[in-house]
């Protein structure tokens, strides 16, 4: 079951919030002792967090079908940890062996889709929440029943209070409806600020044709330029323009290019660059045509986690009137930082 965003968390009866958590989605199927897990695409996850198995076995009823996220907290207890938590999705199972003993996941289930012999997809959520209540076991400290609440002010202090832990905002459903696969019937409710950032290239979209994303970058005290996203979501007209706006910026954009080392491995460390490989589809084309580093876009982005915007980073306009020098990041706030055990110790309201 999908969301749609909304700018405001609704307040009418009959609504249940719940801390829209940044993880991978992911759905549990078990079957006696078979667990198998599954991403919200149906992409395999067992192979990648072993460490989940044995507490999912020991938490969940034995014959079942759970939704829920898959969750890194912070090595420092500082909230979750979702750059580490893309580190998991590693095609060697020596570094993953490595990985589940040194940055273990955890598990927050949300929701109930079959116990025992029954499907649950057509009965309302308070009853499937109960349901999942009543069977989940979350002693082992691994698992844990996602809190809830059915009161829009508690929504909206956790909405403020926990992005520090980095979680994406808060999600409303309703008490009465059924699970709907595929369908956005819930309501999610993301931070949104701008920021200004230097724009040092982009990628050709995926037909071929115009822009399909800029790439951003925000410079750190040392005067370093860090690559912090992508602006995307463009239609096919303005891909073209885009194009034509960037194509006087491309003489000369590799003179002093701050990325120009960025296939370097030194340079990946130091410094966040373009052009890693992507974990989930190695074959895509992560190439990128440099541009001089001398315009700025205001863009809107929901959360920044690991010194990167998460989600919805959109293209705003020009900024003619600013350097790219400006472009720092001490100009967006940072949330004070929550541990993830303040998250899921939260009881229900």
Known sequence: MLAKLSDVVPEAAGWLYEPKWDGFRCIVFRDGDEIVLTSRNERPFNRYFPELINPLLAALP??????????????DDRGLDFDALLQRIHPAASRVKRLAEETPASFVAFDMLALDDRSLLDVPLRERRSLLAASLDPSGGVVYLCPSTTDPVVAQRWFVEFEGAGLD????????DPYTPDKRIMIKVKHQRTADCVVAGYR???????????????????????????AAGFTAVRRTELLVELAPMLDGALIDHPWQEWAEAQAHAETRMPGAQSRWNVGKDLSFVPVRAERVAEVTFGQLQGGRFRHGVRLLRWRTDRQPASCRY???????????RNLVGQAPS
């Open 62 to 75: 034995s014959r079942c079908v759970v939704d829920g996220e898959i969750v890194l907290p912070a090595a």
């Open 169 to 176: 905002g808060v999600v409303a459903k309703r008490l009465d």
């Open 204 to 230: 050709i979209h995926k037909d071929g044709r115009g822009v399909g994303s800029l790439l951003l970058g925000l410079f750190d005290d040392a005067g370093r330029l860090h690559h912090v996203g992508v």
């Open 330 to 340: 001490d100009q967006l706030d940072v949330a004070a930082s929550v541990p993830f």
